[in-house]
T-cell receptor, first 113, second 116 residues
Framework: AQSVTQLGSHVSVSEGALVLLRCNYS??????LFWYVQYPNQGLQLLLK??????LVKGINGFEAEFKKSETSFHLTKPSAHMSDAAEYFC???????????FGTGTRLQVTL | ETGVTQSPTHLIKTRGQQVTLRCSSQ?????VSWYQQALGQGPQFIFQ???????GRGNFPPRFSGLQFPNYSSELNVNALELDDSALYLC???????????????FGQGTRLTVV
């Protein structure tokens, strides 16, 4: 069985500040890890994914995440927040098909002027 | 290339009724997964269909059932609706070379179901 824990249900940053959203996973086998973003009244959009290979993964909109097996973490970062980044972010894990995902409870990112 | 489309976008039903939600896969995709997202929660996996066969099910009761058609579109049916079934229902499609082979899932906008 696998699970995901997202630390912090709400994160607020100033525009231009570093964004750090935390995700820790539990899996008995090597995981595939994902970050999705959800804007109000929308579906989920894939930001980035880790399957195998390079542990630093770059995604869309300037986001990146680093897979750290020793810490069972996959934190999402962006060097400089933009107002348009305000949304709900979900970390997800799977150990099999990428379309059978186990999601965390989400982190709402607020960006202030 | 069309994306994943779901219908209807919003729906209000009475407790005890039955509902059918529909999903059109992204062009060329053969796998459809359904998720339930309650307010303030992450999506929960309901089940998946690969080439018209169920390929895995989450922790949902049998009154949640599904179907995938030869064109790979899909339906989610929920019988005997309960108040707790109120949620956003998300459909995701992917192109899998074999069941469980894994590939990126593309999500639709969801159907917001309210049970009163």
């Amino acid at each position: 069985a696998q699970s995901v824990t997202q630390l912090g249900s709400h994160v607020s940053v100033s525009e231009g500040a570093l964004v750090l959203l935390r995700c820790n996973y539990s899996s008995s086998v090597p995981p595939y890890l994902f970050w999705y973003v959800q804007y109000p009244n929308q579906g989920l959009q894939l930001l980035l994914k880790y399957t195998t290979g390079a542990t630093l993964v770059k995604g869309i909109n300037g986001f990146e995440a680093e897979f750290k097996k020793s810490e069972t973490s996959f934190h999402l970062t962006k060097p400089s927040a933009h107002m348009s980044d305000a949304a709900e972010y979900f970390c997800a894990v799977t150990t099999g098909t990428a379309s059978k995902l186990t999601f965390g409870t989400g982190t709402r990112l607020q960006v202030t002027l | 290339e069309t994306g994943v489309t779901q219908s209807p976008t919003h729906l209000i039903k009475t407790r005890g009724q039955q509902v059918t939600l529909r999903c059109s896969s992204q062009s060329g995709h053969n796998t459809v997964s359904w998720y339930q997202q309650a307010l303030g929660q992450g999506p929960q996996f309901i089940f998946q269909y690969y080439r018209e066969e169920e390929n895995g099910r989450g922790n949902f009761p049998p009154r949640f059932s599904g179907l995938q058609f030869p064109n790979y579109s899909s339906e989610l049916n929920v019988n005997a609706l309960e108040l707790d079934d109120s949620a956003l229902y998300l459909c995701a499609s992917s192109l899998d070379v074999s069941p469980g082979s894994g590939s990126e899932a593309f999500f639709g906008q969801g159907t917001r179901l309210t049970v009163v």
